[in-house]
């Protein structure tokens, strides 16, 4: 298990409401990163935190955000829902180290993922 | 821009078969190239990294410049190979490791 859970599992909506979806990393962990996996558009790479500070942004949509608090878990934003927006949205983390000391970064680590479904 | 290709969407073999999963990518930095996997019902994980230059679960990968490819190889293909498999290709030299670009991915079934 690689310690990285991701609350909730599923998560059904109608378009037009907001949801949380919720990220806690594995421990010792300080990068959190967050990925939208799509049929059509695959896995893409969305925002990226670092010990509460946002480090890299990807094709992260304006009605999206994210952030992380002072105990490193992480939570995604999603607000005026659209069909398209049905995805699974995973979580993944890292050490971190590379940003503070320039060495090499571990692996990321992902959790299962929540399923959104947009209606 | 830096893309990651993965041209077979399928692939289908045999159990004791080799396989070949093909990764192309085109980035003008100095990449670090990976293949996650993700088993049915289960998270994705790494499988490979090519600085690491090892063999996990009998796959290897060498990362090609002059061809920009990192093809994923197996020998000898075993039914529990059966996985959806993910080349990925991070920037070396940043600050953001993790900000990986993904391919389409390629579904590998091995049949008895």
């Known amino acids: 298990d690689s310690g990285v859970t991701q609350t909730p599992k599923h998560l059904i909506t109608a378009t037009g409401q907001r949801v949380t979806l919720r990220c806690s990393p594995r421990s010792g962990d300080l990068s959190v990163y967050w990925y939208q996996q799509s049929l059509d558009q695959g896995l893409q790479f969305l925002i990226q935190?670092?010990?509460?500070?946002?480090?890299a942004k990807g094709n992260i949509l304006e009605r999206f955000s994210a952030q992380q608090f002072p105990d490193l878990h992480s939570e995604l934003n999603l607000s005026s829902l659209e069909l398209g927006d049905s995805a699974l949205y995973f979580c993944?983390?890292?050490?971190?180290?590379?940003?503070?000391?320039?060495?090499?970064?571990?692996?990321?680590?992902f959790g299962n993922g929540t399923r959104l479904t947009v209606t | 821009a830096q893309r990651v290709t993965q041209p077979e969407k399928l692939l289908s073999v045999f159990k004791g078969a080799p396989v070949e999963l093909k990764c192309n990518y085109s980035y003008s930095g100095s990449p670090e190239l990976f293949w996650y996997v993700q088993y049915s019902r289960q998270r994705l994980q790494l499988l490979l990294r090519h600085i690491s230059r090892e063999s996990i679960k009998g796959f290897t990968a060498d990362l090609n410049k002059g061809e920009t490819s990192f093809h994923l190889k197996k020998p000898f293909a075993q039914e529990e190979d059966s996985a959806m498999y993910y080349c990925a290709l991070s920037n070396a030299g940043g600050t953001s490791y993790g900000k990986l670009t993904f391919g389409q991915g390629t579904i590998l079934t091995v049949h008895p």
């Open positions: 935190y670092y010990n509460g500070e946002e480090r």
């Open positions: 993944a983390s890292s050490v971190g180290l590379r940003v503070r000391q320039g060495l090499e970064d571990s692996p990321l680590h």
